[in-house]
């Protein structure tokens, strides 16, 4: 837990009492938003792949560690029975839930006539049919559920991890910008679907930021020069950036926001190459 988390007061975002789940939260990006909706005062479910138990474990400690309240669990967000089971589970330890996070997210690096069907349908299936399983799990309890005008404004809320990749092509990672690409109009589309029924359904869309899944962009100084030659704002983001986005659309203080994508990029998506060219 570092001091930008322990300065997150559980009454800033009015969230204390609501539940959140989040997908791929044992590391990255992830973890950062569980740390500070637990700290925000949100009970969370950290889902994580089986191999990364004890990060998982780590997560739920620091929440605990603040008086927060969270548990892990084990699930392929693109397996159905899996996702079933885990909301299932969530509902049985914490009654309901107000918040998903679709976070969890892979790369599969590859010259195009040599990316295998596997390699595309891997990452079509985390990033694109895992955010479709775990928002239709989601959808269902929130239209159960209900209202509950006293805990939030909206019936429930659904934030997806995008990237500036939903915009910007991706040379060798066809896969993943097709993939980020399919989450902007799931997430649009669900949000007109559902904006009767008051949930609402955004996105936040990275630019770089230091986490394991883009280590060669940032581990030496010759790759780290050449990520900032992209980035206007001259440094890397962190996880911690990001995770203040999701507090604010997690909470009621965005609550006309829907269908929309705020990107968190130090104006990566703003074509920094084109800068003094015309
Ligand atoms: P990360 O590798 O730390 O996080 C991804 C998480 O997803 C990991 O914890 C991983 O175990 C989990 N995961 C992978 N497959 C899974 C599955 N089938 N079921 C459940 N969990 C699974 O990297 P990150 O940067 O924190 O990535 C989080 C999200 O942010 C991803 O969706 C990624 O595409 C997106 N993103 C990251 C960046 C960046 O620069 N780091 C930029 C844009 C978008």
Redesign the pocket.
């Known amino acids: 837990m570092n001091t930008k988390q322990r300065a997150i007061s559980k009454d800033t975002f009015g969230l204390s009492g609501q539940i959140a789940l989040l997908?791929?939260a044992?590391?990255?990006?992830?973890r950062a938003c569980a740390l500070a909706l637990g700290c925000a005062g949100v009970k969370v479910v950290i889902?994580?792949?089986p191999e990364?138990s004890n990060e998982a474990a780590k997560v739920c400690q620091e929440i605990e560690d603040v008086g927060g309240d969270a548990f892990a669990y084990a699930a392929?967000?693109?397996n159905e029975a899996q996702v079933a089971a885990m909301f299932a589970e969530m509902v049985a330890r914490f009654g309901t839930l107000h918040i998903l996070v679709n976070?969890?997210?892979?790369e599969s690096s590859a010259k195009f006539q040599e990316m295998t069907l596997s390699q595309w349908q891997k990452v079509i299936d985390?990033?694109l049919t895992?955010m479709f399983l775990c928002s239709r799990e989601a959808i269902r309890e929130f239209l159960r559920r209900g209202a509950q005008p006293d805990v939030s404004q909206a019936s429930g809320k659904i934030i997806c991890?995008s990237?500036?990749h939903q915009e910007i092509p991706w040379a060798f990672e066809a896969n993943y910008a097709a993939s980020k690409g399919g989450v902007d109009l799931l997430m649009r589309s669900l949000a007109q679907e559902f904006a009767p029924q008051k949930i609402r359904v955004n996105a936040v869309a990275?630019?770089?930021?230091r986490?394991?899944?883009?280590r060669s962009a940032w581990r030496t100084e010759e790759a780290m020069k050449n990520l900032l030659d992209l980035i206007p704002y001259k440094r890397i983001g962190e996880?911690d950036d990001i995770a203040q986005a999701v507090l604010w659309l997690a909470s009621d203080l965005s609550d006309y926001m829907n269908g929309a994508t705020m990107f968190v990029d130090g104006a990566m998506s703003a074509y920094p190459a084109f800068r003094g060219a015309g």
């Open positions: 997908t791929g044992s590391s990255g990006i992830g889902n994580h792949l990364a392929d967000v693109s976070n969890a997210g892979i985390v990033n895992g991890m990237s500036v990275p630019g770089a930021i986490t394991p899944i883009n996880p």
